[in-house]
């Protein structure tokens, strides 16, 4: 079979994704999430007497806690793949791919297998972070004057 009659039959029979209905779903469930996130922030700060900033670190802590608990539990990828990026994208999306790395590897021991093998994705999303971030941080120095 030719190459380009291969690509046709296969591009005829690929699945079409609505990329409207995913970035509506995508959106409100990232607002959702800003607002779970926001009501967890106030909810420390009320309960606990101290101010946003400090109740803000109680609220990262807890999503973190929560989107590595749904992992464990086997919720997350379902919940992954009907709210698209949505769950992805906030911090329960980075918790998400470094839990789903160390249950991976857990056979191979602490080291080789969940020690070595817990940053393979969230490792590039912290040195590409960090290099943006940096990069960013300069021109805004100089763009800016400090």
Excluded at 111 to 139: D, E, H, P, R, W
Aim: proline fraction near 1%; charged fraction near 15%; include cysteine.
């Amino acid at each position: 079979m030719e190459k380009n009659r291969y690509k046709d039959i296969v591009k005829d029979h690929t699945p079409k994704e609505n990329r409207l209905y995913n970035t509506m779903i995508a959106f409100f469930v990232g607002g959702l999430m800003g607002v779970i996130g926001q009501g967890l922030v106030d909810l420390y700060a009320l309960v606990f007497d101290i101010s946003t900033k400090e109740a803000s670190i109680f609220m990262i802590v807890t999503l973190i806690f929560i989107g590595c608990l749904l992992t464990c539990l086997g919720f997350f990828d379902k919940w992954v793949h009907a709210c698209k990026a949505g769950l992805i994208v906030p911090i329960t999306g980075f918790a998400h791919s470094m839990m789903s790395a160390a249950l991976e590897y857990r056979k191979e021991g602490l080291i080789t297998g969940i020690g070595s093998n817990m940053f393979k994705l969230a490792g590039s999303v912290i040195i590409y972070g960090v290099v943006s971030a940096y990069t960013f941080g300069i021109i805004r120095y100089f763009l800016l004057g400090g």
